[in-house]
T-cell receptor, first 110, second 114 residues
Framework: GQSLEQPSEVTAVEGAIVQINCTYQTSGFYGLSWYQQHDGGAPTFLSYNALDGLEETGRFSSFLSRSDSYGYLLLQELQMKDSASYFCAPHPGNTDKLIFGTGTRLQVFP | IAGITQAPTSQILAAGRRMTLRCTQDMRHNAMYWYRQDLGLGLRLIHYSNTAGTTGKGEVPDGYSVSRANTDDFPLTLASAVPSQTSVYFC?????????????FGPGTRLTVL
């Protein structure tokens, strides 16, 4: 079967670094995406990892280990506006579609 | 402005009524999707379309139908609404690439079925 695990909630203070972990089990695997969703808003694409290693985009970085079926999103220099839900979404490939779980709610405190 | 639009923004509907949620994209994307989002249950795929003229069932298709007559439009119909269909509905599109499948979401429709 297919499964996805990420923490339900993470809290941190402004300026800190936070890591949101994601483990997955899929029938096949092309890559791992991350999406951000603010309360009342729509999910928006953040990053995609197809190969092992770290991808950096400004304050956000995403990591993938295909052999461990594991990835994480690293948010640095946290700002209040980073308070949102973050979804990891593995892409099983072939005809299967992205899998979105329940997401991780990040709360940033001053 | 390029993107995805959804209508209505919100709707209160009596149980048993028929309702169509509209979704239009102007990015010429091949693939389109309908999700529902409920508290604690995340995003769940209802139906999808890989290209105009084709549709497929997602994780929670019961009670919903879709059509894809052209590239731009992907309406979602509730034939006879029930209270359990109260949710926020998001439409999304992607270029359909099998590797990244990056999806672009509309603003959502908040539906309440009484």
């Amino acid at each position: 079967g297919q499964s996805l695990e990420q923490p339900s909630e993470v809290t941190a203070v402004e300026g800190a670094i936070v890591q949101i972990n994601c483990t997955y089990q899929t029938s096949g695997f092309y890559g791992l995406s991350w999406y951000q969703q603010h309360d009342g808003g729509a999910p928006t694409f953040l990053s995609y990892n197809a190969l092992d290693g770290l991808e950096e985009t400004g304050r956000f970085s995403s990591f993938l280990s295909r052999s461990d079926s594991y990835g994480y999103l690293l948010l640095q220099e946290l700002q209040m506006k980073d308070s949102a839900s973050y979804f990891c979404a593995p892409h099983p490939g072939n005809t299967d579609k992205l899998i979105f779980g329940t997401g991780t709610r990040l709360q940033v405190f001053p | 402005i390029a993107g995805i639009t959804q209508a209505p923004t919100s709707q209160i509907l009596a149980a048993g009524r028929r309702m169509t949620l509209r979704c239009t994209q102007d990015m010429r994307h091949n693939a389109m999707y309908w999700y529902r989002q409920d508290l604690g249950l995340g995003l769940r795929l209802i139906h999808y379309s890989n290209t105009a003229g084709t549709t497929g069932k997602g994780e929670v298709p019961d009670g919903y139908s879709v059509s894809r007559a052209n590239t731009d439009d992907f309406p979602l119909t509730l034939a006879s609404a029930v209270p359990s269909q109260t949710s926020v509905y998001f439409c999304a599109s992607s270029d359909g690439r099998q590797d990244t499948d990056t999806q672009y979401f509309g603003p959502g429709t908040r539906l309440t079925v009484l």
